[in-house]
């Protein structure tokens, strides 16, 4: 429609009492919470026979290696005795007490990653010439493996949990820091605009506005960045430290208990997905985005 | 009456990006309590004066005076409602009303502020609502509330109903103007659509654009209610009809004179006033 007609055109006579907009939502159908349940269970089928269907790998490998006469010491990583190892690990309490460590290391790395990249990402997002000043440094810096910073860590930190948190912390500082400005250049404008035009002061528009409005982001970040510094975690407790997950799969290498070695593993991909899923589901929770 | 008066003298804008004058020259008073419209074809400058009026943005070459104090920034006695409602869709309905007393420190009336904004724009039961399961006008007349709340002398509007169908338009034009003259405020409309000038303003000011200038000035001295089937609404609607083609160098096929209107002693002419 061009201009013209658009301005030529009668909006058609009111009746005497405008009609009021009624309410929009209505209340899911019954039919509807069905499908939903349907579908939810079909997912979890899916999850199952997934699951299975690697269990049966990893029992076929066991199997493959076992009849390997060379590979015969290695047996132990077949999913029997792994599970009978991780069972025994779980009552003893081992496994929570190599567990402890690891996810304090990780969750104060994490920490500070966002204590240091959200707020980095605001100014990034904010001031214009913060970004483009920083832009190329930080892309330089975050091509650089963490795991190279070992050395310098090392020497920089008079504990090994220093170090450790050290390079969990500068792995899983870039989604944080990259996802809060890429968010708030996405927030529309006009968000502050009205904010500016209503009084707000800058500490309303950064608690009462941005955070706000770049909560999923941060939060996407933060994911992101667990799952970094849940990768980065094992090789980063490889060395010096005599506690956590990633000292208990060197320590069982060297006494050769292979089991126990799978056992960890299975832990460490447990506990890695079950944060990255809490993550998930504190970010379905916080949101204020409508899926439809 | 609490309007605030409006003067605005020499106003010209240069955006940094921007190859010509967006505004030249434009000088405009505005009487407290009165509602004015700024027409004018796409581009001709129109949300960027409201914003200069509004202090939300500064012009290149002038000054704008509300009630006699020299503008320099946005004032919450001065609120702008655009296009899109843009509501906070992470708060309900309440929280985005109120959010003006928050910013300044006037938490302590929402209790009895919040309602009384929201009856005002029909919405009382839906205080709890997340804004983002209402309608588009639902969300407009929110926007409306939480432009309220503070009690501003002047309400800037940058097309805010053109997204509408034309019910929802309608209501809100005829509540808008309602509203405004209730609480005696200085309304500052802009459009390209001529029926809703005619609806809410007394003084529609037409615009043409390179460089962003006043070609005319049309009075819409209607009392009362104002119904698009009356005599009077088509009287004004033509004399503004005649200004917009003026300043556009078009013309609009089917509001070209009807006949109706020429048994009128053709008053249409005598309300357009030529600027420069
Ligand atoms: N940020 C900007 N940078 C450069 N030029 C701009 C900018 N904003 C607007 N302009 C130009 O200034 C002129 C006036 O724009 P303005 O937005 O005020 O028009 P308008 O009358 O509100 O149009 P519409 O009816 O489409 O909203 C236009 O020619 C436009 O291209
Ligand atoms: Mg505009």
Redesign the pocket.
């Known amino acids: 429609m061009t201009r013209s007609t658009q301005l030529a055109m009668e909006p058609p006579a009111p009746p005497a009492d405008a009609p009021e907009e009624e309410g929009v939502q209505a209340a899911p159908s019954a039919s509807g919470r069905n499908r939903h349940l349907a579908a939810m269970a079909e997912s979890f089928l899916y999850a199952l026979a997934g699951m299975a269907l690697l269990l049966v790998l990893w029992w076929l490998g066991g199997r493959l290696v076992e009849s390997n006469p060379r590979m015969f010491a290695f047996a132990d990583f077949a999913p029997g005795p792994t599970f009978a190892r991780l069972f025994e690990m779980l009552g003893s309490g081992e496994a929570a007490e190599m567990t402890a460590p690891s996810l304090y290391r990780v969750g104060f790395g994490l920490a500070w990653a966002v204590a240091v990249g959200v707020p980095m990402g605001i100014l990034i997002g904010w001031f214009g010439p913060v970004g483009k000043l920083t832009n190329i440094p930080f892309q330089f810096l975050r091509m650089i493996s963490p795991l190279s910073w070992m050395p310098i860590a090392v020497m920089a930190f008079t504990t090994w949990d220093g170090a450790i948190v050290f390079l969990i912390g500068i792995a899983a500082v870039w989604p944080v820091l990259f996802s809060t400005a890429a968010g708030l250049k996405r927030v529309d404008p006009s968000w502050f605009k009205v904010a500016r035009n209503l009084g707000a002061r800058p500490w309303h528009m950064l608690f009462t506005i941005i955070l706000p409005a770049i909560s999923q982001d941060i939060l996407t970040g933060v994911r992101l960045a667990l799952g970094v510094a849940w990768i980065v975690l094992v090789p980063a407790e490889y060395l010096g430290v005599t506690s956590g997950l990633g000292y208990s799969i060197n320590d069982a290498r060297d006494t050769l208990e292979y089991d126990r070695l799978a056992a960890t593993v299975v832990i460490i991909g447990i506990i890695g997905f079950g944060l990255d899923f809490l993550c998930q589901r504190a970010i379905a929770r916080l949101s204020w985005h409508r899926e439809d | 009456m609490k309007g605030a008066h409006i003067k605005a003298t020499g106003i010209s804008h240069t955006?940094?990006?921007?190859a010509?004058k967006?505004l030249d020259g434009i000088d405009l008073e505005i009487q407290p309590g009165e509602a004015i419209a700024l027409i004018?074809?796409?581009?001709?400058?129109?949300?960027?004066?409201l914003h200069i009026l509004s202090g939300l943005s500064q012009a290149s070459e002038g000054t704008v005076y509300v009630d006699g104090a020299l503008v320099t920034g946005p004032s919450p006695s001065r609120v702008m409602m655009f296009q899109a409602p843009s509501l906070y869709p992470w708060m309900t309905v309440e929280q985005n009303v109120a959010v003006g007393l928050k910013f300044n420190g006037r938490m302590r009336e929402a209790k009895t502020r919040v309602p009384e904004m929201l009856e005002l724009v029909e919405l009382g039961s839906y205080a709890k609502r997340n804004v983002q399961d209402l309608s588009g006008g639902q969300q407009q007349r929110v926007a409306l509330a939480r432009s309220l709340v503070l009690n501003p002398q002047i309400l800037f509007l940058?097309?805010p109903l053109s997204a509408l169908d034309a019910f929802t338009r309608h209501a809100l034009q005829r509540d808008i103007r309602r509203i405004a003259a209730e609480m005696g405020i200085t309304l500052v409309l802009?459009t390209?659509d001529i029926n809703e000038a005619v609806m809410m303003a007394d003084r529609a000011l037409v615009?043409k654009?390179?460089p962003?200038r006043f070609s005319a000035e049309v009075a819409i001295p209607i009392e009362g209610d104002r119904a698009p089937s009356s005599h009077e609404f088509a009287i004004a609607k033509a004399a503004l009809v005649e200004a917009y083609e003026g300043a556009a160098g078009l013309t609009m096929a089917e509001t070209a004179a009807p006949d109706r209107l020429t048994s009128a002693t053709d008053p249409a002419p005598a309300r357009v006033r030529a600027i420069k």
């Open positions: 955006y940094r990006r921007g010509t967006a004018g074809r796409s581009g001709c400058g129109k949300s960027t004066l940058d097309e802009v390209h615009m654009a390179n962003g």
